[in-house]
């Protein structure tokens, strides 16, 4: 707690042949984080194929050629609803698979392909024939529709006439006519609607090309027709028929096809994943540093795991040479208790800490659960919250640990909500006192506004002197006396100092001004050897800012006084829709009161947690965290589809 | 019915400057944001999600403007007691009005930052939490304006008490 968990550096050098044995156990484990080794200029370095990377390569492509074709054709499972996949989700499948090398991956993706794929492939390209059957026919009907009544074979050419046939627009047709009013044409044109009309035009083989010529410019669209001793009525009975037994084929091809998927998709993805694996594997090697017959591997390994991490090394080769350090530049590793460790996604939102620096995940996860019921303020809301959270924790946390996670900020969150509603004397707003029923609370915001202010700026004050405590102390530790003075000691004697000023009598409101004074002398100073007079000048304006900082949690009143405000409105509303309205007003008084509260509910929620934030990121953390840290982030084989029983 | 005096006038035109104002701020605001989302949304459903929330930011200033004007409303005895508000009191409503409803022209600037936050997070997921921190820094005014029209009103005038 916070300070980072210790991370060691490792160096370890073994042979080139147990390199892949040892990315695969470290891969499964999740206990390091490889981290690039630092190459060996003066050596000749041989060009080593790495992990089969080309195979691997080919082989997902191949995969993910046939995903995307049968992507179309998988079993679309009734998606479960929102409540469902809150409270009772369904369990992921997992397929067990054995624990293979990169080559053995290909192989196995290969060979279960080489079943799989001509059973899809087969069907696919059925599948394909048939669609352009249908297609096309559909396009001969198009045309055959613009057809005089006669028998098709009447617009075939023959040896010495050519007959063009198509479309073109009606706007052409008396350009067309004027073009070729010279040459030896006989034209038959047939409107298709009002825009365009089909053309046939007959002239000698001789003439043919300057035609040709002719209809290309004023756009003419040839079309195909099929030429039979029949007319299109006949033809098109015809086709319509044969497209009305192609889609019954097609439809029992495309059901075949998703029975074979049914069967095969969790297999399909279940190699998918098998190969996103062999290629996370490819990148940690490309992270080894090869010469010759050895490789160098890095690795960053927290405490609790070297143990663990050096007996896998020893298990995987017999021989071999290891560093162990600890480093300035490690990456960090939260080492929090599980309780708190949800408020961690708020420090990480704003920055890292650098290793073994302060964490303020601790002291967040308090004041932030505290901010956020203060200015949401309601003993009911807070249970709503709880109750969500916890079936969130019980259903899709289950299987989701984001989820989980999430959870267990939101019950914080709700048991501060409801502690502070308590406290607040905030029972869905008014609602109770306006029935006749007095419940507990300590301070009504509504009524004793100026006292819900003052608490607020004390809560400010209390705060802001944690920050800047644990920064003095920061800097103090560093050995930075005088940052520590300059930074933060300036502003404790001005906090100090004006609280003694304004609350103390006779002697202790000397002290606060006195204190005040020295924080102005210190300020000058600081800055004047940092930065120089002109600097030092103007950073007695930060002491006006401080006072905003300061001043900048009355927000937390101003939230709360809106959702008692609001909540005044909803209940106001919908009792008096109860009153007023006969028989029916009590549904709409009820109507008024559950969907103004939910409203209620989700806006000041919203708020509560952006202002609550914003109070940290920065009246917080602008006293004493820097951050500016890397996460820790363990080189782990994440299977969402399978699993392998490792040792 | 209530004898309406000088002071009631004034005070309901603050009431009615402070939701007029602040519905008005938060009209453009919220418009402008939506205009964004539309967009967002166009490009990918996924977005949803996160615009309805940077949509709904520049709500808050209009929240602030109804309870002021509840509380005007209760304070000048327009919900049945009736009362013969002087003229004096019946400005400080309107001042109190006022303050609300100028702060709350910040909802017109927090919808533009809105905006900005639903491209970006339709670009980058991560810009998200970022985006939404940044509007809230555009709400502080109204919230300040919001603390002066309650003291003025609950503390100064004794509306609640």
């Given amino acids: ?647 | 019915m209530i004898e309406v005096t000088m002071g009631t006038a004034f005070a309901v035109t603050g009431a009615a400057l402070a939701l007029a104002g602040t519905g008005i701020a938060t009209a453009i605001g919220v418009g402008a944001a939506g205009v964004s989302a539309a967009g967002a949304v166009a490009e990918d459903k996924e977005n949803f999600k996160n615009a309805i929330v940077f949509q709904a930011m520049p709500q808050t200033q209009t929240i602030y403007g109804f309870i002021t004007a509840l509380f005007i409303i209760m304070g000048a005895g327009l919900l049945g007691e009736g009362a013969n508000l002087s003229t004096e009191a019946g400005l400080v409503m309107l001042g109190a009005g006022l303050i609300v409803a100028l702060t709350g022209i910040s909802a017109i600037f927090q919808g533009q930052v809105s905006a900005a936050g639903i491209a970006a997070s339709a670009k980058n997921p991560d810009a998200f939490v970022p985006g939404i921190v940044f509007c809230g820094q555009v709400e502080t005014p109204a919230i300040f304006g919001f603390i002066a029209a309650l003291i003025v009103l609950v503390v100064g005038l004794g509306v609640l008490g």
């Fill in chain 1, 1 to 647: 707690m916070f300070r980072s968990a210790t991370l060691f550096h490792t160096r370890t050098i073994l042979s080139k042949d147990k390199a892949e044995d040892l990315i695969i156990k470290l891969h499964e484990h999740g206990i390091s984080e490889i981290k690039e080794a630092e190459q060996t200029k003066e050596l000749n370095v041989e060009v080593y194929e790495t992990l089969d990377e080309k195979a691997v390569k080919e082989t997902q492509n191949q995969l993910n050629e046939i995903i995307t074709k049968t992507i179309n054709y998988r079993e679309i499972k009734p998606p479960e609803s929102m409540i469902t996949q809150l409270i009772n989700p369904t369990p992921p499948e997992k397929i067990k698979v054995d624990l293979l090398s990169n080559e053995k991956i290909v192989n196995e993706v290969q060979e279960k392909l080489s079943l799989i794929k001509p059973k899809i492939e087969e069907k696919l390209i059925l599948i394909e024939e048939k669609k352009s059957i249908v297609e096309k026919n559909d396009y001969l009907i198009e045309n055959l529709e613009a057809l005089p009544n006669d028998f098709t074979n009447f617009f075939e050419s023959t040896e010495n006439i050519n007959i063009q046939i198509g479309i073109v627009n009606v706007n052409s047709l008396d350009q067309l006519k004027e073009k070729v009013k010279q040459q030896n044409v006989i034209i038959g044109i047939k409107e298709k609607n009002e825009l365009q009309a089909f053309i046939f035009v007959a002239t000698t083989i001789s003439h043919s090309q300057e035609i040709e010529k002719v209809l290309h410019e004023i756009g003419f669209e040839s079309i195909t027709i099929p030429f039979e001793k029949a007319t299109p009525e006949k033809i098109m009975k015809k086709l319509t028929q044969e497209n009305k037994t192609t889609k019954q084929e097609l439809r029992a091809i495309e059901a075949e096809l998703k029975g074979v998927m049914k069967e095969q998709a969790s297999k399909l993805d279940v190699l998918e994943e098998e190969i996103d694996i062999s290629i996370q594997r490819i990148i940690a090697y490309e992270q080894l540093n090869k010469m010759n017959s050895l490789v160098t591997l890095e690795a960053w390994v927290p405490e609790e795991n070297l143990e663990k991490f050096k007996s896998t090394i020893k298990k995987v080769c017999k021989e071999y040479y290891m560093e162990v350090e600890e480093k300035e530049e490690a990456p960090t590793k939260f080492d929090n208790h599980p309780l708190i460790q949800p408020f961690e996604i708020i420090t990480e939102l704003y920055s890292v800490p650098k290793y073994k620096q302060f964490d303020p995940t601790p002291v967040l996860a308090i004041s932030f659960a505290v901010f956020f019921g203060y200015m949401l303020t309601d003993f009911f809301y807070g249970l709503v919250l709880l109750g969500i959270a916890v079936l969130m924790y019980k259903g899709m946390g289950k299987y989701n640990p984001g989820m989980k996670k999430f959870s267990v900020l939101l019950m914080w969150l709700g048991i501060f909500t409801s502690l502070l509603g308590v406290f607040f004397k905030s029972y869905l707003g008014d609602f109770f006192p306006r029935i006749g029923i007095e419940l507990p609370g300590v301070l009504d915001p509504l009524s004793q506004v100026m006292e819900a202010i003052i608490l607020s700026l004390v809560i400010a004050a209390v705060h802001l002197f944690i920050g800047l405590v644990i920064g003095y102390y920061e800097n103090a530790r560093k050995g930075k006396m005088i940052d520590a003075l300059g930074q933060q000691g300036v502003w404790l004697f001005l906090l100090i100092g004006g609280i003694a000023a304004l609350i103390g009598e006779g002697i202790f409101s000397t002290i606060g001004l006195g204190l005040i004074g020295l924080a102005v002398i210190i300020q000058l100073v600081y800055n004047y050897i940092q930065s120089g007079p002109i600097i030092s000048t103007l950073s007695l304006f930060n002491i006006s800012g401080f006072l905003g900082d300061v001043f900048s949690y009355a927000r937390l009143t101003a939230l709360a006084i809106g959702t008692a405000g609001i909540a005044l409105a909803v209940n106001f509303m919908a009792l008096m829709m109860v009153d007023m309205v006969p028989v029916v007003g009590i549904i709409f008084g009820i109507m008024i009161f559950i969907g103004g509260h939910i409203f209620n509910m989700v806006m000041n929620g919203l708020g509560a947690f952006i202002h609550a934030l914003r109070l940290h990121f920065l009246e917080f953390f602008s006293k004493f965290y820097e951050g500016g840290g890397k996460l820790y982030k363990p080189f782990y084989a994440l299977r969402k589809n399978n699993y392998t029983e490792d040792d």
